[in-house]
């Protein structure tokens, strides 16, 4: 943070974190547009405080959160942050900093996202719309987010997708497709860190191959791959090593369970990941 008032200009360290960890994450500053129609930071009207909205990164799950930040103390504090106990629910809009009005967007594992107005203090949002489940013959695929470990300890995640008819106390095999995209880390704690939400909806799209899991198949979307390369060690010099450890940790992980027959397991990805 640079004040111009002073002379020389005087600066001052507001977060000091390393990039790749999520979970230090402070939130982007909020900005609304003046007289000349450019973006600028939203002040509060006494003009001694600036706004924070953050996406909540914790292992449990994303939890979006709104901060105030006081300009004197350069402190934070929290406003409202979402429970993240059975929903994922995200900030869409501020309509009324003041009074702690939001618009936010509500989804679970089995319901499509609806608006809400939120009232910070308030016991529940008002619902402001009501968009039916959009993909009726999906409804009852069974959705997880499990966490496993890679052989060297690295802390994985991916989200399994089961046939709605499927039994899982049956000890039937399934034959599994995997879908996967590596990503290039410089520190394993970073690697290991959760980045999604395990309540958010399924959205079917052209490329996605959750659609299989209506023809038996169970689906491992998401599977994290992390390519890690600490120190001077580049990401790619170990390359192939971590690829195969990464999805042999998810084969075992999802056999584990007793719901796949690892000699019946497909792999897919793009670019990076084909």
Do not use: C
Request: charged share 25%; net charge neutral.
């Amino acid at each position: 943070m640079i004040d111009i008032t002073t002379k020389p200009f005087k600066s001052t360290l507001i977060a000091d974190r390393n990039t790749e960890d999520l979970y230090t994450e402070p939130g982007d500053f909020q900005s609304v547009k003046n007289a000349m129609n450019q973006y600028v930071l939203k002040f509060s009207k006494n003009g001694k405080k600036l706004y924070l909205v953050g996406e909540g990164y914790s292992p449990e799950g994303n939890k979006p959160f709104l901060d105030e930040f006081d300009l004197a103390t350069k402190k934070t504090k929290r406003l409202w942050q979402a429970d993240g106990i059975s929903t994922y629910e995200q900030i869409i809009d501020v309509i009324d900093y003041e009074k702690g009005i939001l618009l936010t967007a509500i989804e679970s594992k089995t319901e499509n996202m609806n608006y809400y107005i939120r009232t910070i203090g308030a016991k529940a949002p008002v619902k402001i719309t009501n968009f039916p489940h959009p993909y009726e013959s999906f409804k009852n695929v069974y959705k997880e987010k499990i966490r496993y470990k890679r052989e060297d300890g690295v802390e994985l995640s991916a989200t399994l997708y089961l046939p709605a008819d499927y039994d899982r106390k049956s000890g039937k095999k399934l034959p599994m497709i995997m879908w996967a995209y590596p990503k290039e880390f410089k520190s394993a704690s970073a690697a290991g860190q959760v980045s999604t939400s395990p309540h958010e909806f399924t959205y079917l799209s052209y490329g996605t191959p959750i659609y299989w899991a209506a023809a038996g198949y169970a689906i491992l979307d998401d599977a994290d791959f992390p390519i890690i390369g600490e120190g001077t060690t580049e990401p790619n010099d170990l390359f192939i090593k971590q690829l195969v450890a990464n999805a042999k940790a998810a084969i075992d992980a999802v056999d584990a369970l007793g719901y796949i027959d690892r000699t019946k397991v497909g792999v897919g990805g793009h670019s990076y990941g084909a």
